[in-house]
């Protein structure tokens, strides 16, 4: 059974970061690429950055660019995303999957708030 378990999310002012973590409860190189995702009160859910798991290849979204980074541990079956200079508007729950993602596989996600 696949299974994803997102974790690191919380509550961080403006201008600061996170490192969302999301274990894959199996071979995630089966999966060829992985990707992290967000839904937003303004936005259904929308692909944040992905990764491909055999050679590290990474897309960011336009958003995402310069702020996030997408990264994957292959020893602990893990990706990563660092999360830096963060907006209110990066509000959200944060989930990952594969890409593109499919909806058996969608977890309970993390909670992400910016906010003074």
């Known amino acids: 059974q696949v299974q994803f378990v997102e974790s690191g999310g919380g509550f961080v002012q403006p201008g600061g970061s996170l490192r969302l973590s999301c274990v894959v409860s199996?071979?995630?190189?089966?999966?060829?690429?992985l990707g992290w995702f967000r839904q937003t009160p303004a936005q259904e859910r929308e692909l944040v950055a992905a990764?491909?798991?055999?050679?590290?290849?990474?897309y960011h979204s336009d958003f995402a660019k310069g702020r996030f980074t997408i990264s994957r541990d292959v020893l602990k079956s893990t990706i990563y995303l660092q999360m830096n200079f963060l907006k209110p508007e990066d509000t959200g729950v944060y989930y990952c999957?594969?890409?593109?993602?499919?909806?058996?596989?969608w977890g309970q996600g993390t909670s992400v708030t910016v906010s003074e």
């Open positions: 999957n594969q890409n593109p993602p499919r909806f058996e596989y």
């Open positions: 199996r071979r995630a190189v089966d999966m060829y690429v």
């Open positions: 990764i491909t798991w055999s050679n590290s290849n990474t």
